[in-house]
């Protein structure tokens, strides 16, 4: 997209916005595959109990 319309100027300034999707995309893919194979290696249990102030834990 920078690419066919970046030279447009009312259309450059919106290339911040899609910059900034694609760098909380790429990160939050980032995280989730590093919390994957955390839990593939069992560094941490893939699902436990929680106790929150609503409820208590299961």
Request: glycine letters at 8%; aromatic letters at 6%; hydrophobic letters at 40%.
């Amino acid at each position: 997209m920078k690419r066919r319309y970046g030279d447009i100027n009312h259309v450059a300034a919106r290339m911040v916005t899609l910059e900034l999707g694609l760098g909380l995309e790429q990160a939050a893919l980032k995280f989730w595959h590093g919390v994957a194979e955390q839990v593939a290696r069992g560094e941490f249990p893939s699902s436990s109990p929680r106790t929150t102030r609503r409820t208590k834990a299961v």
